[in-house]
């Protein structure tokens, strides 16, 4: 830290975590801290002491202006302390500083400066974040999107790392990984927060002064992934141990074929027989909340199902199983949640392969008749194609088999050790056969 004298107030340049304690207290997160305090006077109510030494000649210069500016390393003002007490260290070669600090410029100190949260975020709308100071894993990930699909919030994914040395920023491998996967998840951000102290067997302090400024960012939920012994494994409020992979069930099938009303059956089975969390990623359901905007275009169908997949791999990874209900009809797509399924535990395709007459027969909702009548453009079976998934795993004709019957048959390909085998149970006569039916 070097110290400049002018005429004016002197500036006094910090650096390391003396210039990111800085930028968050000016930015409030350190709030109610506004400044720094004396070693011998540090306010019951804040968070932790920050104090300021300075060079002896440095103070007295301005303890005489009543204000000393302070910079990066650079000499770009950052804020003004206004000086209202001040007292000599012991051995009286520096002099430590007390007043309020008032911002006069954004820092400009790297790294991810682009995605740097000094300031509450207080957001429009509700905000869920998930603070990360490793790479996040699959189960950590699905908790996170589960805290804000249940909220109706967007996600905060944030890395959290202690100061960061000039030109070793140790934290940005994490950072990458935070913003690929912010990009991956409709309306999640990423974002960096530098703590002025080291997150590595942080003390008692380090830790309240850490829960601080997460609870600072103005979040109506905080998932804290943090870890703070390099050697102590996971970190939160979730079991530290590594799941057990779970398994991703994907239906695909044209629009009133039976897919969905199966995947509910299947989906109350097993919750009610598994002791392993079970989620259904409806289609119409998964478009309201995962989806908002796409249409039925060739490329929004498939992005909506990319989606729904990169969702059920997590939740697959982190243990739980994730059933799939959307039409899916491109093999391209239905591929592709099939790679990201397997890197994270079992898939299984099952194909509803009820015919289109059946489909339009029972057509509850009126879309065949609306796509008959050109009101309804681009509909799967009517004007847009449905591929046939020859890859699938099971193909099932609700028009010939009961759902119970259906549903028994999926479990019975599921089944695997570790899957409670009471989840198959009394399985009723069945009717189908692993090869095609009729479909289209």
């Known amino acids: 830290m070097t110290a400049l004298g002018t005429t004016q107030p002197p500036v006094f340049a910090l650096t390391g975590a003396k210039l990111d304690e800085l930028e968050l207290l000016a930015g409030g997160l350190l709030s109610p801290a506004d400044g720094y305090c004396l070693p011998s006077e540090v306010p019951e109510h804040w968070p932790a002491p920050f104090v300021l030494a300075v060079p002896a000649a440095v103070g007295h210069e301005a303890l005489a202006h009543g204000t000393l500016f302070l910079s ?119 974002g960096l927060v530098v703590l002025p102290v080291e997150l590595a067997a ?50 695909t099938g044209l629009s009133g074929s039976g897919k969905s009303t199966v995947a509910r059956a299947l989906a109350e089975r097993l919750q009610n027989a598994a002791h392993v969390p079970v989620t259904l990623l409806d289609g119409d359901d998964v478009r309201r909340i995962l989806s908002p905007g796409l249409g039925f275009s060739v490329e929004e169908r498939n992005a909506n199902v990319r989606r729904i997949g990169w969702v059920a791999a997590l939740i697959s990874g982190a243990g739980g199983i994730a059933i799939c209900a959307p039409i ?41 008749a609306k796509a008959r009548r050109g009101e309804l453009k681009e509909f799967t079976g009517i004007d847009s194609p449905y591929e046939y998934p020859r890859d699938a795993d099971l193909h099932l004709d609700t028009s010939r088999i009961s759902v119970a019957e259906a549903v028994d048959r999926v479990l019975q390909e599921l089944l695997e050790p570790g899957l409670p085998a009471n989840a198959a149970a009394a399985p009723t006569p069945r009717t189908g056969s692993r090869e095609a039916l009729p479909g289209r």
């Open 72 to 190: 990066d390393p650079d000499g770009t003002a950052l804020a003004a302390l206004k000086i209202d007490r001040a007292e000599d260290t012991r051995d009286h070669e520096a002099v430590c500083l007390a007043g309020t600090v008032t911002a006069l410029g954004k820092a400009e100190h790297p790294p991810a400066r682009h995605l740097r949260i000094a300031r509450p975020l207080f957001p429009a709308v509700p905000a869920v974040v998930a603070a990360f100071s490793e790479a996040p894993r699959p189960w950590q990930l699905a908790a996170a999107m589960t805290a804000a699909l249940d909220a109706g919030a967007v996600l905060w994914l944030v890395a959290v790392c202690g100061p960061q040395p000039h030109g070793r920023y140790t934290v940005s491998p994490l950072v990458e990984e935070l913003e690929a996967a912010a990009a991956e998840i409709p309306g999640a951000r990423a």
């Open 202 to 251: 942080a003390s008692p302090v380090d830790r309240i002064l850490h829960e601080h400024v997460l609870g600072r960012l103005g979040a109506g939920r905080v998932l804290d992934f943090v870890v703070h012994d390099a050697h102590s494994g996971d970190a939160g409020p979730f079991n530290p141990s590594r799941p057990r992979a779970g398994a991703v069930v994907l239906f």
């Open 328 to 368: 899916a009809p491109f093999d391209v797509t239905r591929q592709q949640v099939r790679h990201m399924a397997q890197d994270n535990g079992r898939f299984l395709l099952v194909h509803i392969s009820t015919p289109l007459s059946e489909c339009e027969a029972r057509d509850r909702k009126g879309l065949y």
